[in-house]
C-alpha cells in the first residue's frame, strides 16, 4: 500500500513522497504540526459552486471580447 509520506522541506514547498515517486506540495496547505516522515491522509473535493462561478466568469468574459457586429 502506498502512502503520501513528507520526505523533507525546502522552502515553502514539502517534498512528498509517494510509493517511487516525489512530488512538491505547498508547505501553507499542511497543518502547522506536520514535520518530516508524517505520513498523510488526503481528502479532495470538488467545489462545485466555485467551479461554476469561475466558468461563468470564463464563459461571460468570452461573450466580451467575441461580440458580433
Same mark, same amino acid.
Do not use: Q
Given at each position: 500500500? &502506498? +502512502?503520501?509520506?513528507?520526505?523533507?522541506?525546502?522552502?515553502?514547498?514539502? $517534498? !512528498? #513522497?509517494?510509493?517511487?515517486?516525489? *512530488?512538491? *506540495? /505547498?508547505?501553507? +496547505?499542511? /497543518? &502547522?504540526?506536520? &514535520?518530516?516522515?508524517? $505520513?498523510?491522509?488526503?481528502? $479532495? !473535493?470538488?467545489?462545485?459552486?466555485?467551479?461554476?462561478?469561475?466558468? &461563468?466568469?470564463?464563459?461571460? +468574459?468570452? #461573450?466580451? +471580447? *467575441?461580440?458580433?457586429?
Amino acid at each position: 500500500m &502506498k +502512502l503520501p509520506i513528507i520526505d523533507r522541506f525546502e522552502g515553502n514547498w514539502a $517534498v !512528498i #513522497e509517494y510509493g517511487s515517486r516525489t *512530488f512538491n *506540495f /505547498p508547505k501553507e +496547505l499542511l /497543518p &502547522k504540526e506536520a &514535520k518530516e516522515g508524517d $505520513v498523510l491522509k488526503f481528502d $479532495v !473535493i470538488i467545489d462545485m459552486e466555485e467551479t461554476e462561478k469561475r466558468k &461563468k466568469a470564463a464563459e461571460d +468574459l468570452a #461573450e466580451d +471580447l *467575441f461580440v458580433d457586429e
